[in-house]
């Protein structure tokens, strides 16, 4: 199975956290913001600014560099 980074989605895709490839600090953050493996994400906005997806039914605002380190997988 392939994963593309969540920064490649398109607003109202829907996808699964497979892995994060960032530094320690930066993906003990965004487990602690409950992305964690197979966390279900919907892309609410990905144009310019931050990506802001949907998460357990909440709003979340990542940066682009997050979201760049941020590996899903579509459904």
Same mark, same amino acid.
């Given at each position: 199975?392939?994963? @593309?980074?969540? #920064?490649? @989605?398109?607003? =109202?895709?829907?996808?699964?956290?497979?892995?994060?490839?960032?530094?320690?600090?930066?993906?003990?953050?965004?487990?602690?913001? =409950?992305?964690?493996?197979?966390?279900?994400?919907?892309? #609410?906005?990905?144009?310019?600014?931050?990506? #802001?997806?949907? @998460?357990?039914?909440?709003?979340?605002?990542l940066?682009? =560099? @997050?979201?760049?380190?941020?590996?899903?997988?579509?459904k």
């Amino acid at each position: 199975m392939s994963y @593309l980074p969540l #920064i490649n @989605l398109r607003t =109202g895709e829907h996808a699964k956290v497979a892995h994060i490839a960032a530094g320690r600090a930066a993906t003990k953050r965004l487990y602690e913001m =409950g992305f964690n493996t197979g966390a279900e994400v919907v892309v #609410i906005k990905n144009d310019t600014g931050p990506v #802001i997806v949907g @998460l357990f039914g909440h709003k979340v605002a990542l940066g682009r =560099g @997050l979201a760049e380190k941020m590996l899903v997988s579509k459904k």
